[in-house]
Nanobody, 126 residues
Framework: LQLVESGGGLAQPGGSLTLSCAAS????????VTWFRQAQGKEREGVSC????????TYSDSVKGRFTITRDMSKNTVYLQMNSLKPEDTAVYYC????????????????????WGQGTQVIVSS
């Protein structure tokens, strides 16, 4: 499984970006996927996750109500729509995937993941 993130860049406060996590090598149909971020000098944070079926999504308190995670199985891709961006959203964003036989389970704990993308930089600044 290879994961490639894209869609990062520079955005103004209050703006929007959509990140993509594209998988190759295997289908993501049986994987739960999580978006993490790591700001300079800070610990990695699990931002949002989606279960293999897409039925369950969770968000950290810091992004709840502003970010939306979705998956498109036909494109083997998971998205993170980020709205109302704040300077504190500045970080490198990573996606990670783990096989999940439970259609309703996903996790934002980084210790549960082995497959990671290379990251995409998001900078929120005026």
């Amino acid at each position: 499984l290879q994961l490639v993130e894209s869609g990062g860049g520079l955005a103004q406060p209050g703006g929007s970006l959509t990140l993509s996590c594209a998988a190759s090598g295997v289908t993501l149909d049986y994987y739960a996927v999580t978006w993490f971020r790591q700001a300079q000098g800070k610990e990695r944070e699990g931002v949002s996750c989606i279960s293999s079926s897409g039925t369950t999504t969770t968000y950290s308190d810091s992004v709840k109500g502003r970010f939306t995670i979705t998956r498109d199985m036909s494109k083997n891709t998971v998205y993170l729509q980020m709205n109302s961006l704040k300077p504190e959203d500045t970080a490198v964003y990573y996606c990670a995937a783990t096989i999940s036989l439970n259609d309703y389970y996903c996790s934002r704990k980084d210790t549960e993941f082995e497959d990671w993308g290379q990251g995409t930089q998001v900078i929120v600044s005026s």
